[in-house]
Each structure stands twice: as structure tokens, then as C-alpha cells.
């Protein structure tokens, strides 16, 4: 049975093939396929990650600032993953803001894999990790990548837990709707 990190290593390098793909793709259709793939693969991903993983670590005192800075590089993912989405700019800014992409995620993967990983390991029993890996794959199904709702998931899990739940209620009670992103 595969515990968390070997399945978040199995995505890892998907996520890597599809932008490997993209950053060769010629024509707006094959590209605009592309990047829904990487879209697909990386919100799920990315939110269930956040919920499972990094909140668990983000309570320790020796991994809070790794975690946070994790947080930040899939903000950061994010919000270049939505810029391209909207780019009606030329081939070529639009190649650069891939490359960018590619670079920044495989920068965060190598961080991620190389610190937060042993890190989480040295903690966590192989029972435990594999029970947060079938939590990972639930958790992941039910997430689309619906622009809205990830993106204030993103936000809430950004915020001190104190503040948090009060934030996700007054979502809730906003009703605001989940779009998703075509």
C-alpha cells in the first residue's frame, strides 16, 4: 500500500510530464488542453496537499515557516497557472510565462521532496502515512478546479487558525458560488 508522500511523488512527476508537453505545444488548441490538464492536476493536488499535509506540519514549531513558504509557492503556482489561462498575449510572453511555471514548480517539488517530506517522515508512523494518503486521494476527488472556491480555500488555509474557521463560516453564510473554470 502507497503511504502520502509516494503518491504526492507519482503526481509530482505527471504534473512535470504534462508541463513538459505544454512547453513544446505549437497550436492554441493543444496548448489550451494542455494547460486544462496541468489545471486538473495541480488545484486538486494543491489543495488536498494543504489540507492534509501541510496543515498537519504547519502546527509544529520546526516546520511552521517551511510549510508557509510552501503555501506561498502554490499561491504562487496559482496565480501564473490563471494568468495563462487568460493570456491573449503572443506565443512568445506566453512561452516565457509557462517556462516560468515549470521552473517555479519544479523548484517547489525539489523543496518539497528534499525537506518537507523527510521532515514530515520523521514525525509521522507509516501507518499514519498511509492513512493521510487515502485521505489525500478522497479529499482530492471531491476538489474541481473551480477558480473561486480554490482559490479562497487557498486563502483560508493562509490564515492563523484562530481566524480561519471564522473566515470559512462567513463563506458559508455568503453562499458564494463554486464557477468552474473552463
Known amino acids: 500500500m502507497m503511504d502520502l508522500f509516494d503518491i504526492l511523488k507519482q503526481e509530482h512527476v505527471k504534473l512535470q510530464g504534462v508541463l513538459d508537453k505544454l512547453l513544446v505545444a505549437e497550436e492554441a488548441p493543444e496548448r489550451d488542453k494542455l494547460l486544462t490538464q496541468v489545471r486538473d492536476l495541480l488545484v486538486p493536488h494543491s489543495r488536498a496537499e494543504e489540507a492534509v499535509l501541510y496543515n498537519f506540519m504547519r502546527e509544529m514549531e520546526d ?7 510552501s503555501y506561498r509557492e502554490h499561491m504562487k503556482a496559482e ?13 512568445l510572453t506566453w512561452k516565457a510565462g509557462v517556462e516560468m511555471l515549470k521552473k517555479d514548480l519544479t523548484h517547489h517539488i525539489a523543496e518539497e521532496e528534499g525537506k518537507i517530506f523527510p521532515a514530515a517522515k520523521a514525525i509521522l508512523p507509516e501507518e499514519d502515512a498511509v492513512q493521510m494518503g487515502k485521505a489525500f486521494e478522497q479529499l482530492k476527488e471531491q476538489i474541481g478546479g473551480g477558480i473561486i472556491s480554490s482559490q479562497m480555500e487557498l486563502v483560508a488555509n493562509l ?5 480561519r474557521n471564522k473566515f470559512i463560516t462567513s463563506l458559508k453564510l455568503a453562499q458564494i458560488p463554486d464557477k468552474q473554470a473552463s
Open 63 to 69: 516546520t511552521k515557516e517551511l510549510v508557509s513558504h
Open 159 to 163: 490564515m492563523p487558525q484562530k481566524f
Open 79 to 91: 496565480t501564473l497557472l490563471r494568468g495563462l489561462q487568460v493570456s491573449e498575449s503572443v506565443h
